[in-house]
Antibody
């Protein structure tokens, strides 16, 4: 059974940093691209970042480019999102999602999702 | 970036009814269109990928169609568990993997 478990969310002040983690199990982690998607409570889904199976291809939404860094450790079956210079508008539930292909871009779908970790940025 | 527009934003229906949700892309995305279902307090769940392929385990009352810029998600004979919010997503030209704004299906 595929499982994705996010952690690392919390309440932080604007300008602070936070590192999210996603522990994956139930599939061959290094065969697939992985993604982060966020959702402001009560609002729609926003893609945040993607990383290919070997970390060779990475992409970011314009809203987080230059502030967030996605990474993965295939030996630990783990995905990460380092979030720096956090803003109030980054407040959201952050989901980790498994891609259906090895690549990070141009194709596929998100076939499994974690339950999310809540990030709140407020003074 | 490709924009995805869903309609209607919300709809009401009764158990047993059939409904259709539409998703339009701002440019052609071939068949690279996916549909997700999200229930309150839960993570999104993949329903349809590649415009018309049913994800394993998803009931056959769900179906998808379309190509190019216009796509539909149809649900026949609504069940109580189908009342949720539905999102389309394009994966043709990504990043970004653009989502539609969602269509909330409520019980009448």
């Amino acid at each position: 059974e595929v499982q994705l478990v996010e952690s690392g969310g919390g309440l932080v002040q604007p300008g602070w940093s936070l590192r999210l983690s996603c522990a994956a199990s139930g599939f061959t982690f290094d065969d697939y691209g992985m993604h982060w998607v966020r959702q402001v409570p009560g609002k729609g889904l926003e893609w945040v970042s993607s990383i290919s199976w070997n970390s060779g291809t990475i992409g970011y939404a314009d809203s987080v480019k230059g502030r967030f860094t996605i990474s993965r450790d295939n030996a630990k079956n783990s995905l990460y999102l380092q979030m720096n210079s956090l803003r109030a508008e980054d407040t959201a539930l952050y989901y980790c999602a498994k891609g259906s292909i090895a690549a990070a871009h141009n194709g596929g779908h998100f076939d499994y999702w974690g339950q999310g970790t809540l990030v709140t940025v407020s003074s | 970036d490709i924009q995805m527009t869903q309609s209607p934003p919300s709809l009401t229906a009764s158990v047993g009814d059939g409904v259709t949700i539409t998703c339009r892309a701002s440019q052609s995305i071939s068949s690279h269109l996916n549909w997700y279902q999200q229930k309150p307090g839960k993570a999104p769940k993949l329903l349809i990928y590649g415009a018309s392929s049913l994800q394993s385990g998803v009931p056959s009352r769900f179906s998808g169609s379309g190509s190019g810029t216009d796509f539909t998600l149809s649900i026949s004979s609504l069940q109580p568990e189908d009342f949720a919010t539905y999102y389309c997503q394009q994966s043709y030209s990504s990043p970004p993997y653009t989502f539609g704004q969602g269509s909330k299906l409520e019980i009448k």
